[in-house]
């Protein structure tokens, strides 16, 4: 049986993770509505230890994660409350918490391979810069040629009818028409919602050939079918638990 190596809940919801491809560093964006506050922590997936928890910028509510990148986290805020348009970058390094620095004329972008493109917020025509994630540096013009997007290793399920990939196999009647599902070396990854008497749930199951080796309950008592509940990076399986709740599975450990 397969085992979460990784079991962090959060006070409010995770609205958005980040992983770093170089250093397999996660960066989770979490919310509370009730206190209109948003923080930032981080964890090694490799580890499974804790970086730091509930970072905050002087801003209570309108910042959010643009990205991750060799080890920082770059933060931005948001001009209105209504609009998603973004304004400044703030650079926290991804295992201290350390402010590297922060530029509040100048917006993300996109990732490249070479670093963050931004450009200035204070020149209508809009002209893209190359930066040092590290130190905010504005190194060149950025160059489609030369500044590659960053592939990155994530994995969304793909979306099927349970049919035959399931059927007779998992202690539960799937509802609906789709299921989330993803193969991964010798596992079978399954995403479904379901009822039990008259309550819909979420299940996630982990499947080797047709035994289940590994089974949480996502969400209960929910009132309509809920999106996926997992991403692959790399050989992480990472998924979300009662919206609160990051659990990591390490497929590779467990293949060898």
Not at 108 to 131: C, E, R, W
Not at 147 to 161: G, I
Request: include cysteine.
């Amino acid at each position: 049986m397969l085992r979460s190596f990784i079991n962090k809940a959060y006070e409010g919801t995770i609205w958005h993770l980040e992983f770093d491809e170089l250093k397999d560093t996660l960066a989770i964006e979490i919310r509370n509505e009730q206190e209109k506050q948003v923080s930032f922590s981080s964890l090694e997936l490799t580890t499974g230890d804790i970086n730091f928890e509930y970072y905050k910028t002087p801003e209570r509510w309108l910042a959010g994660i643009e990205c991750v990148f060799n080890g920082v986290m770059l933060l931005h805020y948001y001009k209105h409350e209504s609009g998603p348009e973004h304004k400044a970058i703030i650079a926290i390094d991804m295992v201290t918490q350390e402010e590297l620095w922060s530029n509040y004329s100048i917006a993300f972008d996109h990732l490249t391979m070479n670093g963050p493109v931004a450009y200035s917020t204070n020149i209508q025509s809009k002209k893209l810069l190359l930066l040092d994630i590290r130190t905010g540096k504005l190194l060149r013009s950025y160059d489609e040629n030369t500044d590659k997007v960053l592939n990155n290793s994530v994995v969304v399920p793909k979306m099927a009818s349970p049919g035959n990939l399931i059927k007779g196999f998992l202690p539960v009647e799937p509802v609906g028409n789709m299921m989330h599902y993803l193969n991964h070396n010798i596992y079978r990854i399954v995403s479904l919602h379901a009822f039990n008497k008259e309550t819909l749930q979420q299940h996630l199951f982990v499947m080797k050939g047709n035994d289940i080796v590994y089974h949480d309950l996502l969400n209960t008592d929910i009132q309509k079918l809920q999106p996926e509940a997992f991403v692959l990076h790399k050989n992480y399986l990472v998924y979300i638990k009662n919206k609160s709740e990051v659990k990591v599975i390490n497929l590779k450990a467990a293949v060898q």
